[in-house]
């Protein structure tokens, strides 16, 4: 059960994030949500290409694909906290505005 939602959360908040990044910024959210599309599917075609012959230089084994992989993680990772620009600081917020109340009679 919790592995459905955590792979759920996975595939749902990059979009989100990047629909949001793109519609306040004035970028085309559906350009924005193609680059980010191709920047998912590209990488796991090349894996699915490049695994099988990977796996036979190394005798079989699913190790050295794996040590392969936490390595770009880490250094996606890295790479991500140090180029990655901030997102603008949100507006402040009127804390003495009262909502509108609406009810039904």
């Known amino acids: 059960m919790f592995f459905v939602i955590f792979t759920q959360v996975t595939y749902s908040i990059p979009f989100a994030l990047a629909s ?19 920047a998912i599917v590209v990488p796991q075609m ?33 790479l991500a906290l140090f180029m990655l620009p901030s997102p603008p600081p949100d507006l402040p917020s009127n804390k003495n505005a009262r909502a509108p109340v609406v009810a039904f009679h």
């Open 46 to 78: 090349f894996v699915s290409v490049v695994s099988g012959p990977w796996d036979d230089l190394f005798g079989g084994g699913n190790l050295p694909a794996f040590v392969a992989g936490a390595v770009a993680a880490v250094a996606s990772g890295i």
């Open 20 to 38: 949001i990044f793109s519609s306040n910024s004035g970028a085309g959210q559906g350009l924005s949500l193609g680059v980010l599309n191709l």
